[in-house]
T-cell receptor
Framework: DGGITQSPKYLFRKEGQNVTLSCEQN?????MYWYRQDPGQGLRLIYY???????QKGDIAEGYSVSREKKESFPLTVTSAQKNPTAFYLC?????????????FGSGTRLTVV | AQSVTQPDIHITVSEGASLELRCNYS??????LFWYVQSPGQGLQLLLK??????LVQGIKGFEAEFKRSQSSFNLRKPSVHWSDAAEYFC??????????FGTGTSLTVIP
């Protein structure tokens, strides 16, 4: 079955370390997104990419970096510059045309700074 | 500016009772409208979506939503709530090729 796989489900990071969250999709979707979810704040867009080798900053890109070398993959790196990285991170994908439009979400990665 | 408001942070209903979750939006053009549901520690699942046409849309799990352009609203309803409906519900708006905007969510508790 097609879907989005996020790994790992839980991730612990020491302060000052960079960590990379994986997001892979086999839906043949063109666009991919990273959201951060904090209690009471809904979902906030970090980065998004509509085609390979191209991506744009979202509302809270500072302290994060991404790459889009393959259509299927959109990894997110949380750098040491992100001052408050503890959160639930969600990856999503969508087509960019047609009627079946909407986001498909992965099951998320919970990142905790220890 | 684009925004989505879900005025109810938390709602408690009895099993079998009806449910309405409110969503108001601000957007430059008529957006696509979505409702998602999230169980604890999980991703978001699409319940229903509105693009155009009939303003009353049916979704999965017995949910429906009505688009009211004059009120900039897209409220989610269910005639009879089941205990398994307890979750967090998010309203979202967007246009093809542009980012989605999500509300802050409404947490639903269902009591027996």
């Amino acid at each position: 079955d097609g879907g989005i796989t996020q790994s790992p489900k839980y991730l612990f990071r020491k302060e000052g370390q960079n960590v990379t969250l994986s997001c892979e999709q086999n839906l043949n979707h063109d666009a991919m997104y990273w959201y951060r979810q904090d209690p009471g704040q809904g979902l906030r867009l970090i980065y998004y990419s509509q085609i390979v080798n191209d991506f744009q900053k979202g509302d809270i890109a500072e302290g994060y970096s991404v790459s889009r070398e393959k259509k299927e993959s959109f990894p997110l790196t949380v750098t040491s510059a992100q001052k408050n990285p503890t959160a639930f991170y969600l990856c999503a994908s969508s087509i960019t045309g047609g009627d079946d439009y909407g986001y498909t979400f992965g099951s998320g990665t919970r990142l905790t700074v220890v | 500016a684009q925004s989505v408001t879900q005025p109810d942070i938390h709602i408690t209903v009895s099993e079998g009772a009806s449910l309405e979750l409110r969503c108001n939006y601000s957007y430059g053009a008529t957006p696509y409208l979505f409702w998602y549901v999230q169980s604890p520690g999980q991703g978001l699942q699409l319940l229903l979506k509105y693009f155009s046409g009939d303003t009353l849309v049916q979704g999965i799990k017995g949910f429906e939503a009505e688009f009211k352009r004059s009120q900039s609203s897209f409220n989610l309803r269910k005639p009879s709530v089941h205990w398994s409906d307890a979750a967090e519900y998010f309203c979202a708006v967007g246009r093809r090729g542009n980012q989605f905007y999500f509300g802050t969510g409404t947490s639903l508790t269902v009591i027996p």
